[in-house]
């Protein structure tokens, strides 16, 4: 029987097999690279959190100067993830507007939701779970984040402080490239 070891957000499952240990990572139920083998559990476990410590050091190096994770990132972290219908709804919608750009009660309507409110909530629980994945921090305002920068930005270069003066009804999203990349492939 396989043993389990936790690495970040990875479990190493660990096993002898013809006398030599072997070890691979698993992010859920999904295998992440090759399977690593060593003379001894410890060194075959070692090479499975090396290489996974080396594979997020290329994706962190690949991000842009805002520090977001890549299309590539983005479209990993979406699989893993759990996404209501709704969600996806909003998602698709946000896709295909014209230039990925929606206001907050387009989204809902989207979503199928009576308000700007449970959008901005659905939303924002979605963009939580994204971030959480990517091990991204997103922007706060007044000490609290604001989870949907992980999906969606100000369409007008607007900032957290810009939306309360506006308006959450009204105010306009527009789809991260790198969201709208991850969705479109």
């Given amino acids: 029987m396989a043993r389990e070891t936790t690495h970040g957000r990875h479990v190493i499952r660990s096993m002898k097999i013809s006398g030599e240990w072997n070890a691979r990572a698993f992010r859920g139920k999904a295998a992440v690279g090759i399977v690593h083998s060593g003379a001894t ?26 520090g977001f994770p890549t299309a590539v990132e983005v479209r990993a972290a979406l699989a893993a993830i759990s996404i209501t219908d709704g969600q996806r709804a909003m998602l ?38 994204l971030s959480e994945e990517l091990e991204w921090n997103p922007p706060e ?43 479109s492939d």
């Fill in 41 to 66: 559990e410890e060194a075959a476990i070692l090479a499975a959190k090396g290489a996974i410590d080396a594979n997020h050091a290329v994706q962190r190096a690949a991000r842009g100067p805002d």
């Fill in 92 to 129: 698709r919608a946000h896709l295909l507007a014209p230039e990925n750009i929606m206001t907050a009660t387009e989204l809902a309507t989207a979503g199928g939701y009576d308000s700007y409110v449970s959008a901005n909530s659905q939303y924002g629980a979605l963009g939580r779970k």
């Fill in 141 to 183: 305002f007044k000490g609290v984040p604001t989870w949907t920068f992980a999906l969606a930005m100000g369409a007008d270069g607007d900032t957290r402080a810009d939306m309360e003066a506006m308006g959450y009804e009204q105010w306009r999203w527009k789809l991260r490239l790198e969201v709208a990349e991850a969705l």
